[in-house]
């Protein structure tokens, strides 16, 4: 390809020279342009494409060292030669000196070594060209990256930095060049924090590349600390001779921070920030062997809170997450700094009490646990109370690993909530059996439904004046099929725990609700049919959905369905339970509170709520006759009912004494075993056909004596039939 020149010149002669001697030269080939004056020369080469540039210093339009400073100014990558009079050469040499490649004495021209030294000049620029776009592409690659970089020379001194390296030493690259690398980079040892030498003296000295441990402290010029990790490695030239060296560093205190979050997020409960499982694992296996070592106790409180799916199927995850981390709060202030408190997930915590307490300390740590948890918690304009139920187990009485201690607790929680929930159980050995039997209770019931397993059983509700039977409540049994009958007692508290009360409790709707039309269709009077509803049942969102579904499909008349709600399922959210009861009696069911008495009623709520029943509960009932009070709480209630118009039913009704007493105070409907025991579906028909009269007889009888019966209606109204628990 060839080579551009641009002679710049006035004189006609020089030029013609030039252009004759370069054209025939063997070094070229060079193509020629020449302008006469200053002007037209910065035009030309404005436009680019020139590889060398001949000027003349005395143009029309310029004259002197001036004319070569325009020209350097417009094109400082071209080469530019000067062509000067012998008397002129003073000129030329200050001219090389500010950037001229240098010069041609004018008489001398049509030398043999001008296109050689013009071919060399190019070439030579060419290549300085490469160098020098290869040095920006550097300089601008290492100004982009992250990594800070260093360079010295074999003393040791810096003679690079790059922006990264200016920005986490504190020093500017001016002021860093020639000193020593150990002043810039003052260097420690992460975990001694003694003073580090630089890598980069190792690497002079061994001429091979070097590393230092990652959270080597530098020091920054101000004074400020950041954890790096770096390495170095020496520089060498086209003969393999080192020269320098490099090194290579970046700030791994974000990193380290994130490893640090990861570790902590890896033994620790996202939500409540309380060691999680495997911490408190490695906790109680490090107290244990501290105990054995001392020869001393220690103690793991397994704790689950009570009634916890309630609020947070009933008000939603985010009030139930914060209930847990108020929770967590508590239960942490309730212990010392060097016990621990973790969550096991959900609504169960652990407490590992771990400085050798007595059991008499370990005692009033979960009366303490208890009585702070049971302070009400105001969470999203709500007022929730919640309790706990509390099994411990000790070291190195009950278990001597982690694993059986945690297990051991959780047993003897069960037993807590067995108890009655809000106390604790110390573990015993033979609660292991329990918790095996509730184990396989939990199995065994997860099939019942598909195995068609549960019956209901009916016990009738009856008017205390007349003897007329107004309805029955439906009552669940569960034929197990090794081991008989089972009472609700032994396995709707467990279903509860697990769930499986929801998808029970829509069975006993459905199936009462059918059981009760096909009555009906048999030209019986049932009455309305009460079915108890679970808090958890209560507080799903398609729970009234449900209600209705399971009227459609049976054909029953709401009416003709009465649903029992526990007083302390309704107070649990007041204004939610309204707004689900009003529902409810727009859909034209019947309501009634179950267990009254017994819970915290609200007048001011109970008034609110559109109940149609109140049903006194039998503990009530059953000490009516005793000097305990118990006799005016019943007055209350019935003439609390009165007043607001709902009927009174008493429940569990066993002898003519207590008859005699909830006549007296005008109670309008009772049931209980006095009348009739629960009984399945063909024994209840035959009591609707056969034993109105015989009821009847139970509740008018002037003396309060017992009718003798005969045939069927015996096996249903038999006085001294035995009291069975759980219903």
């Known amino acids: 390809m060839p080579n551009k020149v641009l002679i710049i010149s006035s004189d006609s002669v020089d030029a013609k020279i030039l252009d004759e001697l370069l054209s025939r030269a063997r070094d070229g080939p060079f193509v020629i342009e020449w302008v006469m004056c200053l002007s037209d020369g910065l035009e030309r080469l404005a436009a680019g494409g020139i590889d060398i540039v001949l000027m003349d210093f005395s143009l029309p339009d310029s004259r002197g060292m001036a004319t070569f ?59 300085e060209e490469i160098a020098f776009i290869a040095k920006a592409r550097a300089e601008v690659t290492l100004n982009s990256i992250s990594d800070a970089v260093i360079g010295t020379d074999m003393s040791g001194n810096i003679d690079y ?27 420690l040892h992460g975990t001694t924090r003694d003073p580090e030498a630089s890598p980069v003296e190792l690497v002079l000295k061994k001429d091979s590349p070097m590393g230092m441990a990652a959270g080597t402290i530098l020091i920054r010029r101000d004074g400020s600390e950041v954890a790096i990790e770096d390495s170095a490695a020496p520089i060498h030239n086209s003969n393999g001779k080192i020269t320098g060296a490099v090194v290579v560093f970046h700030d791994i205190t974000a990193a380290q921070a994130m490893v640090a979050k990861m570790a902590h997020l890896a033994q ?108 009400p918690y105001c969470i999203a304009e709500h007022e929730l109370h919640v309790t706990a139920s509390i099994g411990i187990s000790g070291y190195p009485d009950d278990a001597g690993d982690a694993e059986t201690l945690i297990k051991n607790a959780d047993t003897a929680m069960y037993q807590a909530k067995e108890k009655g929930r809000n106390t604790y159980q110390f573990f015993k050995s033979e609660m292991n059996d329990r918790a095996v039997e509730r184990q396989i209770i939990e199995s065994n019931m997860r099939h019942a ?93 398609d729970f009234v959905a449900n209600v209705r579904a399971a009227l459609a ?35 034209g069911v019947e309501l009634a509170v179950d267990d009254f008495g017994t819970g915290y009623s609200s007048l001011s709520y109970l008034t609110q709520f559109p109940v149609d029943v109140l049903k006194i509960d039998q503990s009530f009932v059953q000490s009516i006759d005793v000097a305990t009070g118990n006799s005016i709480i019943v007055t209350a209630i019935i003439a609390m009912g009165t007043s607001l118009k709902q009927r009174v039913i008493a429940e569990g009704v066993e002898d003519q004494v207590q008859l005699a007493h909830l006549k007296m105070l005008h109670c309008e409907e009772g049931q209980g075993y006095l009348f009739s025991r629960p009984l399945d579906a063909k024994r209840f028909a ?42």
């Open 69 to 127: 400073d325009k020209l350097f100014a417009v094109a400082p990558r071209t080469p530019i030669m000067t062509l000067c009079a012998p008397d002129d050469e003073s000129l030329a040499v200050a001219a090389v000196q500010r950037g001229a490649q240098g010069y041609l004495t004018k008489g001398h021209f049509e030398s043999y070594l001008v296109p050689q030294s013009l071919r060399n000049i190019i070439q030579r620029k060419a290549v």
């Open 161 to 187: 930095l790059n922006i990264a390296a200016e920005q986490m030493t504190g020093w500017p690259r001016a002021e860093a060049h020639g000193r020593p690398v150990g002043e810039v980079m003052k260097l």
């Open 268 to 375: 620790h409960d996202s939500l409540t920030n309380l060691p999680n499982r495997m911490l408190l694992n490695d906790r109680i296996s490090q107290a244990i062997t501290s105990a054995e070592r001392r020869t001393t106790h220690l103690a793991v409180l397994f704790l689950d809170l009570d009634n916890f799916k309630h609020i947070n199927d009933s008000l939603g995850h985010g009030v139930g997450d914060e209930l847990l981390k108020s929770v967590a709060g508590r239960l942490s202030s309730c212990v010392r700094h060097s016990d621990t408190v973790s969550r096991q997930g959900g609504d169960e915590f652990v407490v590992l009490l771990s400085d050798g307490k007595s059991v008499q300390d370990v005692g009033l740590t979960a009366d303490k646990i208890l009585t702070a948890l049971a302070v």
């Open 449 to 541: 439904l598909e195995r068609q397993e549960f019956v209901l059983h009916y016990q009738p509700k009856v008017n205390l004046q007349t003897g007329r039977i107004t309805g029955a409540e439906a009552l669940l049994r569960w034929l197990h099929p090794e081991r008989g009958m089972l009472l609700p007692g032994h396995f709707v508290p467990i279903a509860e725990d697990c769930g499986l009360i929801v998808p029970i409790d829509r069975w006993v709707l459905r199936e009462a609700c059918a059981q009760t039309k096909r009555w009906q269709d048999a030209g019986l009077k049932p009455g309305s049919i009460a079915v108890n509803v679970s808090a958890l049942e209560f507080r799903r969102p």
């Open 553 to 587: 499909e049976t054909g029953l008349k709401p009416e003709c369905l009465q649903l029992e709600i526990t007083e302390s399922v309704l107070m649990r959210d007041a204004s939610s339970s309204t707004e689900i009861l009003q529902q409810l009696k727009t859909l």
């Open 686 to 727: 035959i009591l609707l056909r056969t034993g109105l009269a015989r009821i009847a007889a139970k509740v008018t009888s002037p003396k309060g004596g017992q009718t003798p019966m005969t045939g069927d209606a015996a096996i249903v109204s038999s006085p001294g039939a035995m009291t069975l628990s759980g219903e």
